[in-house]
């Protein structure tokens, strides 16, 4: 009989070899948690409070994004095949709403669809991303039309300055803790707005049946090459390297490269390779790009500037994205001609496939290091 692996295998395996994404699911949905049996000690990673205390019921280590054991359920589940998972259609689309617009990475999209749902009682609420700086996010439990406004977009209000951080930046919001919380709170039927890692941890605790995974009705993934994470002297040395000042930075995003809006309305584009050195390390160890779990997948990649590059992958995401539509939410990109449409579309997914291969690729290197010096075991 296998044993079961527990919170030290995955302290191993994942925390020791440095490829901790910080998300707390291991902590938060700790089944001896009441016995005080993990928390998040030094530098926001888990920990032992108490070995003793741990029940080694293996939760922790299978829910974790860097964990592949319910790989192959989660594959089964959703169809998936290489290189981008399973998808019905991808569209350029952009919302109708001129508030949405004016304050949206991409085209508004996921900000629409959530309005959608909210306003057709299809949901009681939305787990999104609030930003409250440029490498500053918090994650919030969206259930009106203003909360949902304050949430969208990669722009910010001047209020929360860098120096006030601590020292400390990041792009990437912790949101399980709050999937957690929905058990007191009384809601029911939420959508999740998520990284790749997040939506994969998310599934994982519904195919296992985690309370309260099941009210996570709708999940919208966002594509992801990387967030970051760096402190005062990385700091320093990225604002001499790009020869900005980063508290100048109104908005932030990635395409084909990572574009930095600042105050005076000015776009600089930076290759990714030359931001690689302030990616958080468990995002070189990550393989998925284009959210393949999420039921839909959304981008600007692919798209022009005002539109979002949406993957279409299961029923439900089908199911909302078409009634939203058809209720006036969000409009499709046109194209003078079905031959051109089928041309555009064709190059969005070759970006998209170029993005995931190369992030598979990177990941495929860094576990490679990483088996080869002893930390991993059991990974694919």
């Not at 998925?288 to 981008?299: K, P, Q, T």
């Amino acid at each position: 009989m296998e044993e079961v692996k527990s919170f030290k295998d995955l302290s191993l395996e994942v925390v020791e070899a440095g490829i901790c994404g910080k998300c707390g699911g291991c902590v938060s949905f700790c089944s001896a948690g009441e016995l005080n049996a993990l928390r998040m000690g030094k530098n926001e990673l888990p920990q032992y409070i108490s070995e003793e205390n741990c029940l080694k019921c293996g939760i922790c280590y299978l829910i974790c994004p860097q964990t592949h054991t319910l790989d192959g359920e989660l594959q089964e589940k959703f169809s998936w095949k290489l290189p981008v998972g399973s998808y019905q259609k991808v569209i350029s689309a952009q919302t109708t709403n001129e508030k949405i617009r004016k304050i949206c990475t991409d085209g508004g999209v996921v900000t629409s669809l959530l309005m959608y749902l909210l306003e057709r009682n299809l949901i009681n609420g939305a787990i999104v991303s609030k930003k409250i700086g440029p490498f500053a996010r918090k994650a919030t439990i969206a259930k009106t039309h203003e909360e949902l406004l304050e949430a969208a977009g990669s722009a910010f209000s001047g209020s929360l300055h860098l120096e006030e951080l601590g020292g400390k930046y990041t792009t990437y919001t912790p949101i399980l803790s709050t999937v957690k919380s929905l058990e007191g709170k009384y809601l029911q039927d939420i959508a999740v707005v998520g990284t790749p890692c997040q939506i994969n941890a998310i599934r994982k605790m519904q195919c296992m049946g985690i309370i309260p995974a099941h009210l996570v009705k709708y999940t919208i993934g966002l594509f992801c090459t990387e967030n970051f994470s760096f402190d005062d002297v990385a700091r320093e040395r990225l604002e001499k390297k790009l020869d900005i000042n980063l508290s100048d930075i109104v908005k932030l995003n990635i395409k084909d490269d990572f574009m930095i809006t600042l105050t005076k309305d000015v776009t600089i584009h930076i290759p990714l390779a030359e931001i690689d050195e302030v990616a958080r390390p468990a995002c070189s160890a990550c393989q998925d790009f284009s959210n393949e779990y999420a039921d839909i997948s959304v981008g600007g990649l692919g798209s022009p500037d005002g539109y979002t590059t949406t993957l279409i992958r299961t029923e439900s995401g089908s199911s909302i994205f078409d009634g939203a539509l058809r209720k006036g939410y969000i409009r499709e990109r046109t194209f003078e001609s079905a031959e051109v449409s089928k041309l555009e579309k064709t190059k969005m997914m070759a970006k998209i496939v170029s993005h995931s291969r190369r992030k598979k690729m990177r990941a495929k290197k860094r576990l490679s290091k990483l088996t080869r010096g002893g930390a991993l075991s059991g990974k694919t």
